[in-house]
């Protein structure tokens, strides 16, 4: 396949094994995409830690959910939206959705020449630090579920650990039109949630960086002997 490569110098040091957004004087901007409004949650984040950085976000309203699509089509959506970032003169790229980054990071990791951050690996190491009984829950969108990248990132972390995973379609589009606390949403977290629960969880990840804007109804769902993890701080700060 054809290498796309991107004039811009790699500048990230690394954490685990992995590119960590690079700190330097370099006055060009770090790019932030997402499938809609969820990664806005990863820019407050970076603004909170790096307040002098600039950003540029690119949400991809268009094509919501991408939770729904195929992996050929997420992967595809991705290069698109890392190329418009690149086209703006980024420095890093963020790749602010468990979606495209469990169908793209690879891909773009290997074929952009500069710093590409995913939100799948960070969220599983402060998981697999944080759980108590080794019986982790993921929930994430259809597509982050099927492509097993959860399960296969802990493995390496907690290779001891039981994962149980569900996807919750209806998150995005409740927080896309921000029924936060309404009934319909606390009735809906319930029938996703519960079975975890059932399952006596003690970690649950968000997989979706939709989902920490309901962590509210989450928690109460899963009760205070639950931690919820989400890939926010862990992907900015490390």
Not at 92 to 117: D, E, M, Q
Not at 148 to 174: G, Q
Request: hydrophobic share 40%; with cysteine; aromatic share 6%.
């Amino acid at each position: 396949m054809r290498r796309l490569a991107a004039k811009a110098p790699r500048e990230s040091s690394r954490v685990s094994g992995r590119p960590v957004l690079p700190l330097s004087k370099d006055p060009r901007p770090i790019g932030v995409f997402d499938s809609g409004l969820g990664g806005l949650t990863i820019v407050r984040e970076i603004r909170r830690v790096l307040p002098d950085e600039n950003i540029v976000y690119f949400g991809d309203m268009a094509r919501l959910p991408y939770g729904t699509k195929s992996r050929e089509q997420i992967l595809s959506f991705s290069i698109q939206n890392t190329l418009f970032l690149i086209r703006r003169k980024v420095k890093a790229v963020v790749i602010a959705c468990n979606s495209s980054s469990s169908a793209a990071y690879s891909f773009l990791k290997s074929h952009f020449n500069l710093p590409i951050l995913d939100v799948i690996v960070p969220a599983a190491e402060s998981a697999a630090s944080a759980t108590r009984k080794g019986r982790i829950g993921v929930i994430a969108t259809q597509a982050t579920i099927e492509s097993r990248a959860y399960e296969k990132a802990l493995s390496r972390r907690a290779p001891e650990a039981d994962i149980f995973t569900a996807s919750c379609p209806l998150f995005v589009p409740l927080v896309e039109e921000g029924w936060l606390e309404t009934p319909v949403t606390r009735e809906i977290a319930g029938i996703y949630l519960n079975p975890l629960k059932a399952r006596g969880i003690d970690t649950l990840i968000l997989g979706c960086t939709h989902y920490p804007m309901l962590r509210d109804i989450i928690a109460k769902v899963m009760g205070p002997g639950v931690k919820l993890v989400d890939s926010i701080t862990p992907t900015v700060e490390k």
